[in-house]
């Protein structure tokens, strides 16, 4: 199957490029990137007005499959990816068995290669039940095809534990990436600890809760050598932290969400939805801020979703009973061109970096480029078009999305991923 891409802004900094551009797409790679391109027996697409990119990945989602596929699995969550624009995701390991073995590796992979709307590149935990007490089979999971370490949904909980998974598993080469919670510090807090857990009455998750795990994990990553990332950074000391990790030479990288740039603790009111529910929590207007300058100025490697579907049920219980998490893998691109691209915080470029190019670099994938022989992982959207996330529901199987409601501008028209179309004039195939 051919496609000619046909008149697209085409943004890929790794190739220099920035401007219209025809793209010709023949089997699983781009054939020819040029001016008034034209190929027999191609579909035409045309892309007037629209902007291609290099396909964006989502390195921090959960998949929920196998284990809690009545909250989401593979097949409607790599759906909702791919409406969101998006080519590939990292799946966290937290499903049921813990994905700490090579079998659910394989069967993650191969569930994925058969249902999937998007590549699945997945995390594997680094302790043995994310119990944080002994070693996950990192070789065999490594062998599997998994892309990084992670006990996402807890913090490994002592210091000695980190380090024996960095120094055994940094033979991998694979990066460890942290959940930075010190249960000891946030044990049951459910929003930012001070203003806002006065204000609702709720028991507080401090920031420091956060901050002294990845003070702690950078410096393992300096002792051992290891690759280390930061999950959902989400307060002002945080970024710091990294700001000075990377001016002091040392490999650190780190990812921001939507929800933690552009909601706040603000934002919970006495209505107490639970949507807004999420770990880390929702912090401070400056908090929101120091990780948006971060986000500016390089700190912040990629913007990830922590896409987190629930059930209704779950999410529409009490807020201390609500379990964490939302939802935002379709809203994602569209809040970053609304909140940062349209407003001149960043150029196209540097979302590029952020959401497609840096994503697979940290994770170790082949970069994906705008050029002859590369894979065909194209992302292309309309920055133009006004819409309201939710409005004509979700391609997710969950609900739970804390954007709801709100008026974006830009939108995923066309991706390809593989060479193969996964979503056509806004629709998933
Ligand atoms: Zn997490």
Not at 102 to 107: K, L
Not at 202 to 223: M, N
Not at 349 to 374: C, K, W
Request: with cysteine.
């Amino acid at each position: 199957m051919a496609f000619l891409l046909k008149g697209a802004h085409v943004v890929d900094p790794q190739a220099g490029l920035d401007g219209i551009a025809d793209v010709l797409v023949e089997g699983t790679t781009i054939a020819q990137v040029g001016e008034n391109l034209s190929c027999e027996g191609a579909e035409v697409i045309d892309l007037a007005g629209m902007y291609l990119v290099p396909g964006l990945v989502d390195m921090h989602v959960h998949l929920r499959d196998p284990g809690y596929e009545y909250k989401g699995d593979i097949a409607t969550e790599t759906r909702a990816a791919a409406k969101g624009g998006f080519t590939g995701v990292c799946s966290m390991p937290n499903t049921n068995p813990v994905t700490d073995s090579g079998a659910v590796v394989a069967y993650v992979k191969s569930r994925a290669a058969e249902v999937g709307a998007c590549h699945v590149y997945p995390a594997g935990a680094m302790t043995k039940g994310l119990r944080g007490e002994a070693l996950s089979d990192m070789g065999d999971m490594v062998a599997a095809g998994v892309v990084a370490f992670t006990d996402d949904g807890r913090g490994v909980q002592t210091a000695g534990m980190m380090r024996r998974c960095m120094d055994y598993g940094k033979m991998f080469g694979k990066v460890f990436m942290s959940h930075c919670q010190d249960e000891s510090l946030v044990d049951k807090g459910q929003v930012n600890e001070g203003v806002a857990s006065t204000r609702l009455g709720l028991l507080g998750w401090p920031a420091a809760g956060e901050e002294l795990q990845i003070q702690r994990d950078i410096a393992l990553a300096e002792l051992t050598g290891a690759k280390f990332h930061v999950q959902h950074l989400s307060t002002a000391r945080g970024i710091e932290m990294v700001r000075r990790a990377k001016a002091n030479g040392l490999a650190v990288t780190c990812e921001v969400t939507p929800h933690h740039m552009f909601l706040t603790e603000d934002d919970i009111t006495d209505a107490y939805d639970t949507r807004l529910k999420v770990n880390p929590p929702l912090r401070t207007a400056e908090d929101a801020a120091a990780v948006i300058e971060g986000v500016k100025d390089g700190t912040v490697d990629a913007i990830v979703t922590d896409h987190a579907p629930h059930a209704d049920w779950e999410k529409a219980r009490e807020f201390e009973l609500a379990p964490f998490g939302m939802t935002g893998i379709e809203a994602s691109l569209g809040l970053v061109l609304t909140n940062l691209v349209s407003t001149g915080a960043i150029s196209y470029a540097r979302m590029v970096e952020l959401m497609a190019v840096n994503p697979r670099r940290i994770l170790g994938l082949d970069p994906v480029r705008v050029e002859a022989g590369s894979a065909a992982d194209l992302t292309v959207f309309d920055p133009e078009v006004s819409w309201t996330v939710g409005a004509d529901g979700y391609e997710s199987k969950a609900n739970n999305c804390g954007f709801a409601g709100v008026a974006l501008k830009g939108r995923a028209t066309y991706v390809l991923c593989g060479g193969r179309l996964t979503l056509a004039d806004g629709k998933v195939r």
